[in-house]
């Protein structure tokens, strides 16, 4: 399996990925809003899009669906749930799904609400597996649930089915918003020898520049992840003195996602 990430360079931070075959050089395209940059990228590297699928309904991720399909032929595929507000999809896609990209690449589709209540992630299983997340997980972070979401959903994702899929695995987001990310899990939890490393290493970069972080370094700087950690939890207590002496992994993780909307 390959993996090309292309960066747009957009005010919205948009990652779009093509993920291909070595053997036949056809080609999946994952939210690919500037179709161009997109289409231009498969055919630098000779490989054909045969199919697109929008994680989630935002313009931001489904833009550029129709021009890519007229150009390639390719068929469009996306969350059952989200299909009649997107338009023009060939697929809709369900818990369970495999999405088959020539001989050698099959995607499982979850089904991951939060972020939306129709939202795919595409979790390719190997000896390097990988998660294209959409906006459900970003790097360092979780998505909002602004549009159409819902936080309690959000977090029931998170716990019953990011967290338990391999540390290796690889994340591949729909944003790069690493960097704010970090500084907000370092607002939360100052402790936090990884965040402080990687922030240090990342905020001079580009976004190409950007790590390919693992599920399993997730565990250790995404405060998302960190939802019984004592620091955590205190320097929450501050902010919402109601939090209960005691409070559970979702209390924790909703009263962060409220903190995060408008930090």
């Not at 833009?63 to 749930?81: P, S, W, Y």
């Not at 992630?121 to 597996?129: F, N, Q, R, W």
């Not at 997980?137 to 959000?154: K, R, T, V, W």
């Not at 939360?188 to 990342?202: F, H």
Request: with cysteine; glycine share 8%; net charge negative.
């Amino acid at each position: 399996m390959h993996i090309e990430r292309i960066w747009p360079d957009n005010r919205l931070r948009n990652f779009h990925y093509l993920v291909a075959c070595g053997e036949t050089g056809e080609a999946l395209a994952i939210d690919p809003l500037d179709w161009k940059l997109v289409h231009d990228a498969a055919r630098a590297k000779g490989w054909t899009i045969t199919q697109i699928v929008s994680t989630h309904e935002h313009a931001d991720h489904t833009a550029g669906n129709a021009a890519l399909k007229e150009a390639t032929g390719a068929r469009v595929m996306a969350h059952a749930g989200a299909a009649s507000k997107i338009g023009g999809i060939d697929r809709g896609l369900v818990k369970g799904d495999v999405i088959r990209v020539g001989r050698t690449v099959e995607l499982e589709c979850l089904d991951t609400p939060g972020h939306t209540m129709s939202h795919v992630c595409l979790l390719s299983h190997g000896d390097i597996p990988a998660l294209f997340s959409g906006d459900t997980l970003f790097n360092a972070g979780a998505g909002n649930c602004h549009g159409g979401g819902h936080p309690d959903a959000l977090y029931d994702t998170f716990a019953t089915q990011l967290s338990r899929l391999p540390d290796a695995t690889q994340l591949h987001a729909g944003h790069d918003y690493l960097v704010n990310n970090l500084r907000f899990t370092l607002d939360r939890e100052p402790g936090n020898a990884d965040a402080a490393r990687l922030l240090a290493e990342t905020a001079p970069r580009a976004a190409l520049e950007m790590p390919v972080t693992t599920l399993g370094e997730e565990k250790t700087f995404n405060t998302f992840f960190r939802l019984q950690h004592p620091e955590v939890i205190a320097r929450l207590r501050e902010r919402f003195p109601d939090l209960p002496e005691r409070p559970t992994p979702k209390d924790v993780f909703l009263r962060l996602r409220e903190l995060r909307n408008s930090w």
